[in-house]
């Protein structure tokens, strides 16, 4: 009778554990592709912010947000940064180097759900 108890706790030990193991696997795997979510959110603001400065050959009012819309990235909102600086190389004119900066966030701080992804370029226009 003792020997049946202990199994019976043994057994059910090792259930509980393997309802807890398989929780924090379909968390982690939640949690890594709301992340890459946010990193291809925040990729589409340095698209956009790219042809923004190289098209307007300036800085955009700095900052911008936007939230986006679509299959993948429903639900983020995306800030995108833009410092521009001067530069000039011997007998050349004069060319702007931009450092745009997104942020891709969903969700709210402290919340389980939230997500922040961070992305940082230097563009230059293409010399003429």
């Given amino acids: 009778m003792v020997a ?8 059910a030990l090792l259930g509980i554990m393997m309802v807890t193991i398989g929780g924090m696997q379909r968390a982690t795997a939640s949690a890594a592709t709301q992340g890459a979510r946010a990193y291809h959110a925040a990729q589409t603001g340095i698209e956009w912010g790219v042809f923004q400065a190289l ?13 986006l819309s679509g299959p993948g990235l429903d639900g983020f909102s995306v ?7 001067s530069h000039k190389e011997g007998g050349d004119p004069p060319y702007n180097v931009y450092v745009i900066t997104s ?7 402290g919340d389980s759900a939230y997500v922040s992804r961070e992305i940082e370029i230097t563009v230059a226009p293409p010399p003429t």
């Fill in 103 to 109: 942020t891709a966030t969903s969700g709210n701080f």
């Fill in 55 to 67: 098209a307007a050959g300036s800085c955009f009012p700095s900052p911008s947000s936007f939230p």
């Fill in 79 to 85: 800030t995108v940064k833009c410092v521009a600086t």
């Fill in 4 to 11: 049946a108890v202990f199994i019976v706790v043994v057994l």
